[in-house]
């Protein structure tokens, strides 16, 4: 029995990944308790987030520039490229201070029953910069669950013909957990301890 627009607004917090319908209703009435000047500030930096980004042309991560900092960094290690399957997960990466390296994000993982398959994600982009860049290794830095696995040995039968060091992150990380939720401390161990494949 909501008014139409409150049913409207928890229709669109419920969209949110890991928000369902009784969250949603929660925050939905979180953000009616709000003043007016506070919800505009909300939107506004909702709008301004989408509108100012970019997409880095090199390494496909959101960034404010473009190539983004990160690519922009000569001081990174330009032979390495730590592939990710979203930006959240670069970002938890470059929170562990042990990765020097440049990145590469593929946009997401293979799942077939999703409708995910090797065309939807940014592999020819990545193959582009292992046969330009002069990469002498690719760290497949993916979730320890099947989606990620399944990238993982799909990247690692597409690379080994080329001449490039193919390691994973070593299993520091859970089975079933997500990188962007992972702690500092984990992750820089899988950096650590990734090993060849």
């Known amino acids: 029995m909501l008014p139409a627009s409150v049913k409207k607004l928890v229709e669109q917090l419920n969209i949110l990944p890991g928000i369902g319908p009784k969250t949603a209703t929660r925050l939905a009435f979180f953000m009616l308790k709000k003043n007016q000047a506070e919800l505009e500030r909300f939107a506004d930096a909702v709008r301004d987030a989408k509108k100012d980004l970019k997409i880095c042309s090199i390494c496909l991560n959101i960034s404010q520039t473009n190539p983004c900092t990160i690519c922009s960094d000569a001081s990174r290690d330009r032979q390495i490229i730590c592939v990710v399957s979203e930006s959240q997960d670069l970002q938890s990466l470059e929170?562990?201070?042990?990765?020097?390296?440049?990145?590469?994000?593929?946009?997401?993982v293979l799942n077939p029953l999703e409708g995910i398959t090797p065309e939807s994600l940014n592999i020819k982009q990545l193959i582009n910069r292992l046969e330009t860049d002069g990469i002498k290794e690719v760290i497949l830095g993916f979730n320890p669950d099947l989606e990620g696995e399944s990238t993982a040995m799909y990247l690692q039968k597409l690379l080994k013909t080329s001449n490039v060091k193919i390691t994973r992150l070593a299993k520091g990380l859970p089975s079933g957990a997500d990188i962007e939720y992972a702690d500092e401390v984990t992750l820089a161990s899988a950096l650590k301890n990734r090993r060849e494949l």
């Open 95 to 108: 929170r562990t201070n042990e990765y020097r390296g440049l990145y590469h994000v593929l946009g997401g």
